[in-house]
């Protein structure tokens, strides 16, 4: 960080009328546009399982992919699903996916089945869907379900301020910006306190329950806390938060937890990536250690 240099916004005026006339720059330059809808023609693959998940293993994306396997593991054998494997580089932009999610970010789910096929996009509402559907890992009623929903917006009004906010400018931004890295590290930092603070007194999210909302925010923060995302975790002190680390290393341990970071995965060692997933067996088959790569020592 004190090797980068660190730009000087003060020379910028915004214009009165801001027009797309050039690239943003950073990492993902090339497939950001202001404007919304299908870039090409693309239709979805469709397997044979009730629930058709298109995906990436990205932190919103493990939020699906780990409550599919645990509704699995539960015993819930109507979750059954195929995983597809859609990548951030134009992939999104295809007409099939835009009529899944028109907001053309990953995930996105078809739930057939029932009698008609239901699209459901956005990962929060996707845990949502999945756990009313199935009566699992959301309270029926009262205090635990306030609470258990309550942390799962949580982590959906928070996560933008980790994801867009730090680590764009922290990892991905083509120049260092003292005001937004700071900005923005204070407030990550703000918000492992708030978790940090609620784990002292609760095992999960929720409570004693293990729920949609622990799902949705350990990709996101469990991955923060030791250290795995944007290379942060020296910058923002992550060993401070004792309660967040017990939680993490909790969740973590869950063998459907641990299946459900492998599916779509495409980076990291390749016995750890699974990149569609069709049956319960591909874990065993189809990594990409024994399909393609060969493993780490």
């Excluded at 009730?50 to 699906?64: E, R």
């Excluded at 996560?159 to 990892?171: D, E």
């Excluded at 729920?211 to 250290?227: F, H, N, Q, R, V």
Aim: charged share 20%; aromatic share 12%; with cysteine.
């Amino acid at each position: 960080m004190t090797d980068a240099p660190v730009n000087d916004p003060a020379g910028y005026t915004p214009p009165k009328v801001w027009t797309w006339n050039k690239e943003s720059g950073g990492q993902f330059a090339k497939i950001n546009r202001p404007i919304a809808g299908p870039t090409h023609e693309a239709e979805l693959p469709v397997g044979r399982h009730p629930f058709q998940l298109y995906s990436l293993a990205t932190p919103n994306g493990v939020k699906v992919t780990v409550m599919f396997e645990e509704l699995l593991a539960a015993g819930h054998s109507g979750a059954e699903y195929d995983a597809w494997l859609i990548k951030i580089d134009g992939n999104q932009f295809g007409s099939g996916f835009v009529a899944v999610n028109p907001n053309s970010k990953i995930p996105a789910l078809m739930d057939r089945s029932g009698p008609e096929p239901i699209r459901v996009f956005e990962s929060g509402a996707i845990l949502m869907h999945l756990a009313e559907k199935f009566g699992a890992f959301l309270p029926a009623g009262g205090a635990a379900r306030a609470e258990c929903l309550s942390w799962l917006f949580w982590q959906m009004g928070s996560a933008p301020f980790l994801g867009g906010g730090f680590g764009h400018f922290y990892a991905y931004a083509p120049t260092k910006i003292e005001y937004a890295i700071d900005r923005y590290a204070m407030e990550v930092k703000r918000q492992l306190d708030v978790l940090d603070r609620h784990l002292a007194d609760n095992e999960y999210l929720a409570g004693h329950e293990y729920t949609i909302a622990d799902m949705a925010t350990w990709p996101w923060y469990g991955a923060l806390a030791k250290g795995l995302v944007y290379g942060a975790g020296e910058f923002l002190s992550v060993h401070e938060y004792k309660n967040v680390q017990r939680w993490t290393d909790a969740i973590a341990k869950r063998p459907a937890v641990k299946r459900g970071r492998m599916v779509n995965r495409i980076s990291g060692d390749p016995a750890s990536q699974l990149h569609e997933r069709h049956d319960a067996s591909d874990f065993d088959t189809k990594t990409q250690d024994k399909i393609g790569e060969p493993a780490k020592a």
